[in-house]
């Protein structure tokens, strides 16, 4: 570290790097040599080199920041492509568990696609999909969690809106079934607690996607609850226009 040696401590850091694997000792004298060697043939090697030692230190949002550094210095490079993988997988493998915050999840996935869309011929193509359904399988458990938290707490107005955007989310989801018969119930405890001059609209909501969940699965386990709620629904309607007459 104290040496004003460039090439003795590039060979320490190159030293470290690949006979001790300490990408400790090895990333700090990266560090220090990338300000004395900007523009020169060791600059390109020496900053693909430290993004990857804080890769090795599973210091994954370092890492993902100095793989894109890299990438967009030296797009013409050789290296630019895995530099591009490696900022994306970086931030994959920074994302916390599907019970946590997952804005870096997302990070992730737009990075993944954004090197597919760069690199479509790339050998890394199938691996970079295989991340992408991770981390939508992630976010998806996630959103579906939300939703039915939602619903068991009774935040009824909050639980329609995130059953919907799950079913524009993730059209292709297991978990649609569920959801879509959620949404009926908790679309028709919204409209109970209703204001009135909300409740019809709100009670025809709740019918229309009792349609769309029986004509979608006839055979579904939910349909006698759905049944009951479509049924009370319609009462609720009725009794609406009783009053309306009689007012």
Known sequence: MKTVDIDKKLDAADYFYNQKNDYYRAGLLYEDLIPVTVGSSKAEDIQYRYAYSQYK??????????????YDTYRGSKKAE????????????????YYLDQSNTTDAITAMQTFINVY??????KEAEQVITILRERLEKKN?????????LSRHKAAVVALKNFERDFPDSDELEQVRFKKVEASLSLAQKSIIALKKERLEESIQH????????????YLDRAIKLFETAQKGLQELKEKNNNS
Request: proline share 7%; net charge neutral; hydrophobic share 35%.
């Open 144 to 152: 579906l969690e939300i939703a039915l938290l939602y619903s068991k």
């Open 120 to 125: 479509p011929n790339s050998e890394l193509k």
């Open 210 to 221: 009792y349609y769309k969940f029986a004509e979608k699965y006839p055979e579904s386990e």
């Open 57 to 70: 230190q599973k210091l994954y949002p370092l890492s993902a920041h100095y793989f894109k550094s890299f």
């Open 82 to 97: 895995e530099a591009l993988y490696m900022h994306a997988y970086s931030l994959y493998e920074s994302a916390p568990k």
